[in-house]
């Protein structure tokens, strides 16, 4: 197995930062070759948590983590783009539903089909006992993390 290339123990935050990076790259790569070049890694915030029946931007502010003022900016980006459309709300007249279009609705299958190819790519790198272990270690963190309410369900 190769050696990890740095001079001194990293932070597992920077571990975490430079493995999502990787996994990132790996799925813009296929997204981009697959004729969707216009999807950037903030992107991925709207499509993780846009739901079928449509949500209001600032739930998916909430689920994402970040502020709605950014979220509503990369919603406007996906809308011009043609990913998403803002719908009324069923209920709330002042409100909006984010939904994604016909285009946007290829961009999901397409990334869950990549990330499958970066985590077989993985297995073949680390073996299945340690990438396994990583897993069920990750989930068990954010698990925790969900019960503390300090992580996004």
């Known amino acids: 197995m190769a050696e990890a290339p740095f001079k001194n123990t990293p932070s ?10 990787q996994f990132s790259s790996g799925v813009d790569e296929a997204l981009a070759e ?12 709207v499509f993780t948590y846009v739901s079928d029946e ?11 983590r970040v502020r709605k ?9 996906l809308e011009t783009l043609g990913y998403v459309a803002r719908l009324p709300h069923p ?4 409100a909006r539903l984010v939904v ?12 869950m089909t990549s990330g499958k190819r970066i985590e077989e790519e993985w297995l ?3 073996g299945p006992d340690d990438l396994k272990t990583t897993r069920s270690t990750l989930e068990k963190i954010l698990a925790s993390l969900v019960i503390e309410n300090k992580v996004a369900k």
Do not use: C, N, W, Y
Not at 54 to 64: F, M, R, T
């Open 100 to 111: 994604l279009t016909d285009r946007g609705t290829k961009i999901r299958p397409l990334a």
């Open 69 to 77: 003022q950014s979220m509503a900016q990369t919603v406007e980006e």
């Open 12 to 21: 597992l935050g920077v571990l975490l930062r430079l493995a999502h990076q």
């Open 124 to 126: 073949q790198l680390v």
């Open 34 to 45: 697959a004729g969707f070049d216009d999807i950037r890694p903030h992107h991925a915030s």
């Open 91 to 94: 209920t709330d007249k002042r």
């Open 54 to 64: 449509g949500v209001p931007v600032s739930e998916l502010a909430e689920k994402a």
